[in-house]
Structures are given as structure tokens and as C-alpha cells.
């Protein structure tokens, strides 16, 4: 049997950038993590686009991605264990309001956790 790629389920390109949008804008909204991207709501599409761009080439394989590496990107913020979570969590609410099924939302936070080590206490 034939596998889906996670990309195509999530809807690809459209579906990814949709996704970005509402984690986004979940962590601006978002007491923990939110003064954290208070410099990069300024540029709120820019932000977006750079999440869709960083999540379209790890789902889908094409480099699209021109940003920096994951740990370079955090290196020196000193992000916690809880902040990591709450990143989780509003990426969680984002999938639940969009509609997104339980296997796709497991496999998007497992993609996430094993990203740990290059964000948090950086």
C-alpha cells in the first residue's frame, strides 16, 4: 500500500502556508512565547513566509528554503523547555482548528520534537 506523503496531506504548498499563518499568528497571540516574535510581527508575512518556505522543503524534498539553519536561528535566544512547549501547543491548536487529522498532527509534532536539540538553551 502506498503511502501520502505528510506534504500532500497537509495540503501542500496552500495547506503548509495556511498552517504557518495560524501558528503564527497563535504564537503572537501567545503570553509565554509571544515578546519573542514582538520584532518579527512587523514583518508578519515575511515571518509566514519563511515558515512555509522552511516546512514546504522538509515535507516535500525542494530546497526552497533559503534561511538559516535551524540551531543558527536560536542560537543565543536561551529558549526553555516551556517555551519549546508552548510552541508545540499553539502549533497543536493551529492543526485542530484547521482541521487537520490525528496522524498528520503526530507526525508534524514528531518533525517539531526532534528539531529540540537545535532550539532549546541555545
Known amino acids: ?10 495540503g501542500e504548498r496552500d495547506g503548509v502556508r495556511r498552517l504557518a499563518e495560524r ?8 503570553p ?6 514582538a520584532n518579527a510581527s512587523k514583518d508578519r508575512d515575511g515571518l509566514v513566509a519563511g515558515v512555509t518556505e522552511f516546512f514546504c522543503t522538509g515535507l ?20 526553555d523547555e516551556a517555551e519549546f512547549v508552548a ?6 491548536a493551529a ?6 487529522g490525528d496522524a498528520e498532527q503526530a507526525e508534524v509534532l514528531q518533525i517539531l520534537y526532534s528539531q529540540k536539540g537545535d532550539v532549546v538553551r541555545l
Open 95 to 100: 492543526m485542530v482548528s484547521l482541521g487537520i
Open 32 to 37: 509565554l512565547i509571544g515578546t519573542r516574535y
Open 1 to 10: 500500500m502506498e503511502t501520502i506523503p505528510l506534504f500532500e496531506r497537509l
Open 23 to 30: 501558528v503564527v499568528d497563535n504564537h503572537l497571540a501567545n
Open 60 to 79: 516535500s524534498g525542494v530546497p526552497t528554503y533559503e534561511g538559516l539553519p535551524v540551531a543558527d536561528v536560536h542560537r543565543g535566544m536561551n529558549i
Open 87 to 92: 510552541v508545540l501547543d499553539d502549533t497543536i
